[in-house]
């Protein structure tokens, strides 16, 4: 199964990617090189097959492919972009975390960011028992480095 | 018989289109796989606790203060991770400082911008003064000896022992942050109505170097708030004069200031220097009913400065609040502080 990418108004040169459960992708070299990874591929000049990317599973290619092609656009206006990247974000636990990994991996410096902003969200307000919980962290402190802790933080977090 | 989903763990859909088959993936153990007649669903969650420690990084870098305190108690890979993280947030509209309230005893009172209501019991600042808070760094004086400080991370750093023992009407400000090699601290006191006295410490060095100026007429008034910019520290009294002190020139300039006018054809042709006076944050606002202050208190606030990524930086003045009523029996210190945390090794010190 394959997917495509709209075509942008001008047309360049396409990539060829393939996700690591083989899902093809076409994208415009101008959508692509949000990463950084495909940008020093397009410079360098980049052989016709499809890039493998064995660490990022189809469906999260695809929501990154998508986050570059509104990021890509030239029409599109900041507080609209703004309004998408909230909208793009708010995904659950798992699809956060595929999401996080792929920026990273494919070096997008802007979606790696918003990924981090989201879970710097999600911590906020917690304890660090509850986040423990929201992302199953074992709490491998020994019980003198648990106390120290406690100690430094019961000013802010309770005792 | 395979095991149970535990409580967070979430059904999903498979995620291949052969209904059935599972990607091959690293799981921890608390995620376990259910097996419902002849399909198998995946009960997933993802391996957060293998987080590289980079994302880690970049994650607790988004984090505020109490966020960030939360975050180190997690686990020990989260700790470290937040290392080098010190609850500073770019281009924030919520720079605004806090109010740290001490000097009775151990225990010192913290409001937010929000005007919450912290207690922190601070031992280090017993006997202590605040002459100068920069972006979470305190400059503490106690007799002649002098540290800086960062309350919420406890990080002291000792610098040289100060030429006087007693300091009274006084302006100080450091170029950057004491773990910097190019940090210099600028400390200006009136030694008599028409003396001013300035001592600067380079970072590295071993004692302050002493500048005596004589401000001869327009008098520099009550000094009220201290900066740097550039090469530049400025003194600014608590009316509208202004000294300036080039630290390669070692040369004074003074200045009297006048608040930018757009409308006026004088101003526009001064010399224009971006900041923002800000002189009566704490009786202006009437801090002292905010934070319940009875009329028998009375407060000196040290000053900071606001910094603003576009546009000028806005000071806060320092300011002696005097106590509501004819007896004072109570007085407090307080300081605005931004809310960082810095850790800096044991070994950290003022020598480079």
Redesign the interface.
């Known amino acids: ?1 394959s997917s495509s990418s709209s075509p942008m108004q001008s047309t360049g040169r396409k990539l060829k990617l393939k996700s ?2 083989d899902e093809t992708f076409e994208v415009e070299e101008a959508v692509a090189v949000k990463s950084q990874i495909f940008k020093y591929m397009v410079e360098d000049g980049v052989s016709n097959g499809p890039i493998p990317l064995p660490n990022v ?1 189809g ?1 999260t290619l695809a929501r990154v492919l998508q986050w570059c092609q509104k990021h890509a656009d030239p029409t599109i206006t900041e507080d609209e972009l703004n309004k998408y990247d909230a909208g793009f974000i708010d995904v ?3 699809v956060l ?2 999401l ?2 792929a920026a ?1 991996y494919l070096n997008i410096e802007e979606l ?2 918003l990924a ?2 989201r ?2 969200d999600m ?6 028992d509850e ?3 929201t ?7 020994t019980p003198e ?1 648990e106390e120290e ?2 100690k ?2 019961a ?3 309770g005792p | 018989m395979p095991g149970v989903p535990t409580r ?1 763990s ?1 059904r ?1 859909q498979s ?3 052969d209904g059935g088959e599972v ?1 091959a993936r690293r799981f ?1 153990t ?2 376990e796989q259910v097996s419902i007649g002849n399909n198998n669903i995946e009960v ?6 293998d ?2 420690a ?2 880690l990084s ?2 607790a ?3 505020r ?3 960030l ?11 470290a991770a937040a290392s080098t993280a010190s609850a500073k947030i770019e281009g924030s509209p919520h720079s605004e400082p806090w109010l740290l309230l001490y000097g009775e005893n151990s225990q010192c009172h ?1 409001y937010d911008e929000s005007r919450k209501r ?4 601070i031992p280090r600042l017993d006997g202590a003064t605040c002459i100068a808070s920069n972006q979470g760094w305190l400059l503490m004086f106690v007799e002649g000896s002098m540290f800086f400080y960062c309350p919420f991370s ?1 990080a002291k750093i000792e610098i040289p022992k100060f030429p006087h023992s007693i300091l009274s009407s006084h302006a100080a400000a450091f170029s950057s942050a004491p773990t910097t090699p190019e940090c210099i601290v600028a400390v200006m006191h009136r030694d008599t109505e028409s003396v001013l006295e300035l001592n600067v410490l380079y970072r590295g060095a071993n004692s302050w170097n002493k500048r005596k100026l004589i401000s001869t007429r327009p008098n520099l008034g009550v000094l009220g708030s201290a900066t740097y910019r550039d090469g530049t520290f400025h003194f600014w009294d608590k009316r509208n004069g202004l000294l300036a002190f080039s630290v390669k020139d070692e040369s004074f300039v003074k200045y009297t200031v006048v608040v930018r006018n757009e409308l006026s054809k004088n101003t526009a042709a001064l010399p224009y220097i971006p900041y923002i006076h800000e002189k009566t944050r704490f009786e202006g606002n009437d801090m002292r009913k905010k934070v319940g202050l009875g009329k028998e208190v009375s407060v000196s606030v040290c000053g900071t400065t606001v910094k603003h990524d576009y546009g000028a930086d806005r000071i806060i003045f320092s300011e002696d609040i005097d106590a509501a009523e004819e007896s004072e029996s109570r007085h407090l210190k307080g300081v605005w502080i931004q809310p960082r945390f810095f850790n800096i090794s044991p070994n950290q010190s003022w020598s480079v």
């Open positions: 199964m690591k459960d599973n469906k659950d636990q798992a975390y595929d996080l990994m990273n790696l960011k981090c902003m879970v710097a911590i906020k307000g917690k304890s660090p986040i423990r919980r992302f199953n962290i074992k709490n491998d402190f480095e802790v406690r430094e933080n000013w802010a977090l | 967070r979430k999903i995620r291949t289109n990607a921890t608390l995620r997933v969650t993802r391996p957060w606790s987080l590289p980079e994302l970049l994650i870098d988004q984090l203060l109490i966020e305190l939360s975050f180190r108690g997690v686990c020990k890979d989260w700790k913290l912290y207690t922190m019991s406890d």
